[in-house]
């Protein structure tokens, strides 16, 4: 009996000790007291990566934490995290359990990541907490979360969409930044001369976020919603289909340099534009940083909104940007809401938005994240006035992929030959429908 | 002073074991003990740990499968409702877009992994007998040719994306100075994906294939290519008649690990492609990511992945037990 007994206790003594490994090393929330309110707590904060490398994000974002700890005895544990691996870590933090408490995610991903419960719905008590609603631009307030329910996320960064076009390329061809997509598309062909590897455009062709972005966009220039008003998708109505041709046909109409079909990281496109081999770019206001260390001075480039076809809805942006939210088993929550209101007060904004190039969250703050006061204007006035938020559903992430991948495969149809007609396009956004509802 | 010292431990001893004579059945009994035991624990942390990082988790999956696990319940996974075989009859249907999909994506896997196993044998067979030969600079080449399986695989295969880029590539220009192509071929999107994935599989592959076959090409004794070569038989005979049969149980295992790691493989695809691969490279493992942790369906995800268990298992098996059988005859 005894002799059994040994080994019995050796197995069960070497996977309690393995259990203890894993729960200590996954204690990552620190030890404050269970209120988490005051001095001594430390929080644990996942930042998504704006500048140009992790590296300056954390330089950036280092002082201002110290700042906070400074003022609240709160000390916060930052961690900056790539775009390619943030969502991945949310989701397993979220199936685990083990996250940080205050974290930044995609505000496109707001809706879907509300699904799962595992943040903290900012009711009106949080919301005071924090500031209140009103502090912040509503486009931007309105991408929290689905409508109806508390927004499980607040904006922090804001960023929109804009038409960058290079000046010397305008004026020495004699034109005037377009303000119909007519006008865009003839200038476009009039400034490519393929011969010199120069292009009407720059595209990141392989990005599946920029082709559902345009998706997006343009289908709402020609009325069309990808869902409709019962949240079912409907990405095959006829405007939808026109939206996507628009963008396609810039590489049809080979506007665009074929090679940018393989585009993806981010700073391929604004690269393209930087460097003279492209006249227009159609870019987030954070393109500013790319184009600035790739050696474009802010004065050699113009922004205007990007324009839409004749006698179509002006939408010229989505409301993009970055939101925080706090995860809702964390046992710091007051902390936590300080820390968000912090990091989303207009004196904390006016530091962050210059290195990250960013719009202001707070309502009637105004932009500083570039010199060009015509630059900042524009951004502002397309972001208060002609930007709508992405489809703000549960099922968002799964549009995204599945549209944004499906326009990225018209684009390479279109790349290496063979123009995608309309009906092409609908057929791929038929599929994309399709298997969002049978995987639903 | 070592001497001494090997001296002083040896007159230790004796005293200890003539005090441990009183009661002689003491250590017999300890020793009896400790022999019964340590086959369990020597075995014992391979054992948990096999539990915890395979078992555990495959468990899991395979739950995981049975239920609607989507982004509305991984926060609490125990709410997931029960969907019982729902997601099997998803992957299943072949005639809806995602059973369509998935079988695409399985028949990708088959041509794939036939490709790259066959190319990697033949590539690994040829260099393996030259090789075998003694010749001068015979290591250079041996070294040489184990570089790719020595590389860490995520630099290799970003290497490989940076070769085939479009403008800068190197392929497309020493394509272009060759005068084969006119420069501008793409080959990270359409279907010339799939030949760029095969390609950076095989360079991936064929070492090990390599390294294998040359160990045992060792093994076969030089008397027996005596023989044949005194009885005439030239080097295509001695390949055929006494090379492969003694190969073949190098060649049995072998084959086996590289079907599995190449129907498996996911890095190759998603260094070169991201996780959203051309409709021509997607192949099984990274469809599985793509349904599980793009369109967060861990449920149908997991689905799948118990099926592509299922098919690895039922080849595998049958595989071992034809071979086995036949190697036993023979």
């Given at each position: 009996?005894?002799?059994?007994?040994?080994?019995?206790?050796?197995?069960?003594?070497?996977?309690?000790?393995?259990?203890?490994?894993?729960?200590?090393?996954?204690?990552?929330?620190?030890?404050?007291?269970?209120?988490?309110?005051?001095?001594?707590?430390?929080?644990?904060?996942?930042?998504?990566?704006?500048?140009?490398?992790?590296?300056?994000?954390?330089?950036?974002?280092?002082?201002?934490?110290?700042?906070?700890?400074?003022?609240?005895?709160?000390?916060?544990?930052?961690?900056?995290?790539?775009?390619?691996?943030?969502?991945?870590?949310?989701?397993?933090?979220?199936?685990?359990?083990?996250?940080?408490?205050?974290?930044?995610?995609?505000?496109?991903?707001?809706?879907?990541?509300?699904?799962?419960?595992?943040?903290?719905?900012?009711?009106?008590?949080?919301?005071?907490?924090?500031?209140?609603?009103?502090?912040?631009?509503?486009?931007?307030?309105?991408?929290?979360?689905?409508?109806?329910?508390?927004?499980?996320?607040?904006?922090?960064?804001?960023?929109?969409?804009?038409?960058?076009?290079?000046?010397?390329?305008?004026?020495?061809?004699?034109?005037?930044?377009?303000?119909?997509?007519?006008?865009?598309?003839?200038?476009?062909?009039?400034?490519?001369?393929?011969?010199?590897?120069?292009?009407?455009?720059?595209?990141?062709?392989?990005?599946?976020?920029?082709?559902?972005?345009?998706?997006?966009?343009?289908?709402?220039?020609?009325?069309?919603?990808?869902?409709?008003?019962?949240?079912?998708?409907?990405?095959?109505?006829?405007?939808?289909?026109?939206?996507?041709?628009?963008?396609?046909?810039?590489?049809?109409?080979?506007?665009?340099?074929?090679?940018?079909?393989?585009?993806?990281?981010?700073?391929?496109?604004?690269?393209?534009?930087?460097?003279?081999?492209?006249?227009?770019?159609?870019?987030?206001?954070?393109?500013?940083?790319?184009?600035?260390?790739?050696?474009?001075?802010?004065?050699?480039?113009?922004?205007?909104?990007?324009?839409?076809?004749?006698?179509?809805?002006?939408?010229?942006?989505?409301?993009?940007?970055?939101?925080?939210?706090?995860?809702?088993?964390?046992?710091?929550?007051?902390?936590?809401?300080?820390?968000?209101?912090?990091?989303?007060?207009?004196?904390?904004?006016?530091?962050?938005?210059?290195?990250?190039?960013?719009?202001?969250?707070?309502?009637?703050?105004?932009?500083?994240?570039?010199?060009?006061?015509?630059?900042?204007?524009?951004?502002?006035?397309?972001?208060?006035?002609?930007?709508?938020?992405?489809?703000?559903?549960?099922?968002?992430?799964?549009?995204?992929?599945?549209?944004?991948n499906?326009?990225?495969q018209?684009?390479?149809?279109?790349?290496?030959?063979?123009?995608?007609?309309?009906?092409?396009?609908?057929?791929?956004?038929?599929?994309?429908?399709?298997?969002?509802?049978?995987?639903? | 002073?070592?001497?001494?010292?090997?001296?002083?431990?040896?007159?230790?001893?004796?005293?200890?074991?003539?005090?441990?004579?009183?009661?002689?059945?003491?250590?017999?009994?300890?020793?009896?003990?400790?022999?019964?035991?340590?086959?369990?624990?020597?075995?014992?942390?391979?054992?948990?740990?096999?539990?915890?990082?395979h078992?555990?988790p495959m468990?899991?999956g395979v739950?995981?499968s049975?239920?609607?696990?989507?982004?509305?319940?991984?926060?609490?996974?125990?709410?997931?409702?029960?969907?019982?075989?729902?997601a099997y009859?998803l992957a299943l249907d072949f005639?809806?877009p995602i059973g369509n999909s998935f079988l695409h994506s399985f028949e990708v896997t088959c041509v794939y992994t036939v490709l790259v196993v066959g190319i990697s044998w033949g590539f690994g067979m040829s260099a393996a007998l030259?090789?075998?030969?003694?010749?001068?600079?015979?290591?250079?080449?041996?070294?040489?040719f184990l570089v790719p399986y020595a590389m860490p695989i995520y630099a290799g295969i970003m290497t490989w994306s940076?070769m085939l880029?479009?403008?800068?590539?190197?392929v497309?220009?020493?394509?272009?100075?060759?005068?084969?192509?006119?420069?501008?071929?793409f080959w990270l999107i359409g279907s010339n994906a799939f030949w760029s994935m095969v390609v950076v599989a095989v360079w991936r592959s064929w070492p090990f294939a390599f390294l294998m076959l040359l160990a045992g090409?060792?093994?076969?004794?030089?008397?027996?290519?005596?023989?044949?070569?005194?009885?005439?038989?030239?080097?295509?005979?001695?390949?055929?008649?006494?090379?492969l049969?003694?190969l073949r149980p190098v060649n049995l295992v072998m084959v086996l690990m590289l079907f599995l790691w190449t129907f498996n493989d996911f890095n190759t695809p998603f260094v070169l492609f991201g996780a959203q691969p051309p409709r021509s490279a997607d192949i099984i493992s990274i469809h599985i990511y793509g349904a599980s942790f793009v369109n967060?369906?861990?449920?149908f995800g997991s689905a799948m992945s118990v099926l592509l268990l299922a098919f690895l298992l039922v080849v595998t098996g049958a595989y071992l037990l034809v071979f086995n059988r036949r190697s036993?005859?023979?």
């Amino acid at each position: 009996m005894k002799r059994r007994l040994i080994p019995a206790l050796a197995i069960v003594a070497m996977v309690a000790g393995t259990a203890a490994c894993g729960s200590s090393s996954s204690g990552s929330s620190g030890t404050g007291g269970d209120s988490g309110s005051g001095s001594g707590t430390t929080l644990t904060y996942w930042a998504s990566n704006q500048g140009s490398s992790i590296d300056v994000d954390k330089q950036v974002l280092g002082p201002e934490l110290k700042k906070f700890e400074k003022q609240t005895g709160i000390k916060v544990d930052l961690q900056v995290i790539g775009w390619p691996d943030l969502l991945n870590k949310i989701l397993a933090a979220t199936s685990s359990g083990k996250g940080p408490d205050v974290l930044n995610i995609g505000n496109t991903w707001a809706p879907s990541l509300q699904a799962t419960g595992a943040f903290l719905p900012f009711d009106a008590n949080a919301l005071q907490a924090i500031g209140g609603k009103d502090k912040f631009v509503p486009a931007s307030f309105a991408t929290g979360g689905v409508e109806g329910k508390d927004p499980t996320s607040v904006p922090l960064y804001s960023l929109v969409y804009g038409l960058y076009y290079n000046k010397k390329m305008f004026a020495d061809a004699g034109l005037k930044p377009p303000t119909t997509w007519e006008e865009l598309q003839s200038d476009a062909r009039k400034l490519t001369d393929a011969s010199k590897g120069v292009y009407g455009m720059a595209m990141e062709g392989g990005s599946y976020t920029e082709g559902v972005h345009f998706a997006f966009i343009f289908g709402q220039q020609h009325g069309a919603d990808p869902f409709d008003a019962g949240g079912k998708a409907d990405f095959t109505s006829p405007g939808m289909v026109a939206g996507v041709k628009q963008y396609v046909d810039l590489m049809s109409n080979k506007v665009v340099n074929p090679s940018s079909v393989q585009y993806k990281n981010g700073p391929e496109a604004p690269g393209d534009f930087a460097k003279g081999k492209a006249a227009m770019l159609m870019s987030q206001n954070n393109a500013d940083n790319t184009l600035v260390a790739d050696g474009m001075k802010t004065s050699d480039y113009g922004v205007v909104a990007i324009p839409a076809p004749a006698g179509k809805k002006d939408t010229a942006s989505f409301v993009a940007g970055i939101n925080m939210s706090i995860f809702k088993n964390t046992k710091h929550q007051d902390a936590a809401l300080k820390f968000v209101k912090f990091m989303t007060s207009p004196a904390e904004q006016k530091i962050l938005d210059v290195p990250f190039a960013a719009l202001p969250v707070n309502a009637g703050a105004t932009p500083n994240f570039t010199k060009n006061a015509a630059e900042a204007k524009t951004f502002q006035n397309i972001l208060a006035e002609r930007a709508v938020p992405l489809p703000l559903v549960a099922d968002e992430s799964q549009f995204e992929t599945n549209v944004g991948n499906a326009v990225n495969q018209l684009i390479a149809q279109a790349a290496t030959g063979k123009a995608p007609t309309s009906s092409d396009i609908k057929a791929a956004l038929q599929q994309a429908q399709d298997k969002m509802a049978s995987a639903g | 002073m070592t001497s001494n010292s090997t001296l002083d431990r040896t007159d230790g001893r004796r005293p200890a074991a003539r005090r441990g004579s009183p009661r002689p059945g003491r250590p017999r009994r300890g020793r009896g003990t400790g022999h019964r035991l340590t086959p369990y624990l020597l075995i014992a942390p391979a054992i948990i740990l096999e539990l915890l990082i395979h078992i555990v988790p495959m468990v899991v999956g395979v739950w995981m499968s049975f239920v609607g696990l989507t982004q509305a319940f991984i926060a609490n996974w125990s709410t997931a409702p029960w969907e019982g075989l729902s997601a099997y009859r998803l992957a299943l249907d072949f005639s809806s877009p995602i059973g369509n999909s998935f079988l695409h994506s399985f028949e990708v896997t088959c041509v794939y992994t036939v490709l790259v196993v066959g190319i990697s044998w033949g590539f690994g067979m040829s260099a393996a007998l030259v090789l075998h030969r003694n010749f001068r600079g015979r290591g250079l080449f041996r070294t040489l040719f184990l570089v790719p399986y020595a590389m860490p695989i995520y630099a290799g295969i970003m290497t490989w994306s940076f070769m085939l880029q479009r403008d800068n590539g190197l392929v497309n220009h020493v394509l272009k100075s060759l005068g084969v192509t006119g420069g501008d071929s793409f080959w990270l999107i359409g279907s010339n994906a799939f030949w760029s994935m095969v390609v950076v599989a095989v360079w991936r592959s064929w070492p090990f294939a390599f390294l294998m076959l040359l160990a045992g090409l060792q093994n076969i004794p030089d008397d027996v290519y005596d023989a044949a070569a005194v009885d005439g038989a030239g080097i295509w005979k001695q390949i055929r008649y006494i090379t492969l049969p003694a190969l073949r149980p190098v060649n049995l295992v072998m084959v086996l690990m590289l079907f599995l790691w190449t129907f498996n493989d996911f890095n190759t695809p998603f260094v070169l492609f991201g996780a959203q691969p051309p409709r021509s490279a997607d192949i099984i493992s990274i469809h599985i990511y793509g349904a599980s942790f793009v369109n967060w369906n861990f449920g149908f995800g997991s689905a799948m992945s118990v099926l592509l268990l299922a098919f690895l298992l039922v080849v595998t098996g049958a595989y071992l037990l034809v071979f086995n059988r036949r190697s036993r005859r023979a």
